[in-house]
């Protein structure tokens, strides 16, 4: 029997008999899909502070998600490729989510952009990187927040990312010492 789940993160919904292990969209932790009818509106009047961090959000989620596209294009193989499109998609329901805070429309983000390398191994340590680089913003903007949906939002992306970060170790890990 399907049920309705709704991200508490991203506000997208997901259709399925259980909640997944994380949000297919955001990659939000299960235990913030919640059943569709508790799911409310991020509506928060947000303070300066709250505001200003929301923008150099939306800056780095676009940025991260134009450099994820860009290293999908160079993949040269179906695995890479699929990595890299789904961890576009991923921060870039992570810009639109932020745009909901914001009450602005989502920016758009360039799928064509030549802002990666050609080589993997330089792609998955600039990833790295990126991915430290927002961690470390979004641990002190959810100390930083006033209201706590501001709060849980940044400490869940600070999650999401983490689990990010981790990937892109095995990977870089692998690529030094490949198994099987
Ligand atoms: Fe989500
Ligand atoms: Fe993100």
């Known amino acids: 029997?399907?049920?309705?789940?709704?991200?508490?993160?991203?506000?997208?919904?997901?259709?399925?008999?259980?909640?997944?292990?994380?949000?297919?969209?955001?990659?939000?932790?299960?235990?913030?899909?919640?059943?569709?009818?508790?799911y409310e509106y991020p509506d928060v009047d947000l303070s300066d502070k709250e505001k200003e961090n929301?923008?150099?959000?939306?800056?780095?989620?676009?940025?991260?998600?134009?450099?994820?596209?860009c290293a999908n294009n160079k993949a040269e193989n179906p695995k890479d490729e699929g990595m890299f499109k789904r961890l576009a998609?991923?921060?870039?329901?992570?810009a639109e989510a932020i745009c909901m805070f914001l009450d602005r429309e989502e920016p758009a983000i360039n799928?064509?952009?030549?802002?990666?390398?050609h080589h993997l191994p330089d792609n998955l340590e600039s990833a790295h990187q990126r991915?430290?680089?927002?961690?470390?913003?979004?641990?002190?903007?959810a100390k930083?927040?006033?209201?706590?949906?501001?709060k849980e939002f940044f400490e869940a992306i600070v999650e999401i990312e983490t689990?990010?970060?981790?990937?892109?170790?095995?990977?870089?890990?692998?690529?030094?010492s490949p198994e099987q």
């Open 89 to 94: 998609k991923v921060e870039a329901e992570h």
């Open 144 to 150: 930083e927040a006033d209201h706590s949906r501001v």
């Open 1 to 38: 029997m399907l049920k309705v789940f709704r991200c508490w993160i991203c506000g997208e919904t997901y259709l399925g008999e259980e909640a997944p292990s994380d949000c297919p969209y955001c990659g939000a932790d299960r235990t913030l899909l919640k059943p569709a009818e508790e």
């Open 111 to 117: 799928k064509k952009s030549e802002v990666c390398s």
């Open 163 to 176: 689990d990010h970060l981790e990937l892109h170790e095995k990977e870089i890990d692998n690529l030094e």
């Open 54 to 69: 929301f923008k150099k959000a939306l800056e780095l989620e676009v940025d991260n998600a134009t450099f994820y596209y």
């Open 131 to 141: 991915e430290q680089r927002a961690i470390e913003h979004y641990r002190k903007f």
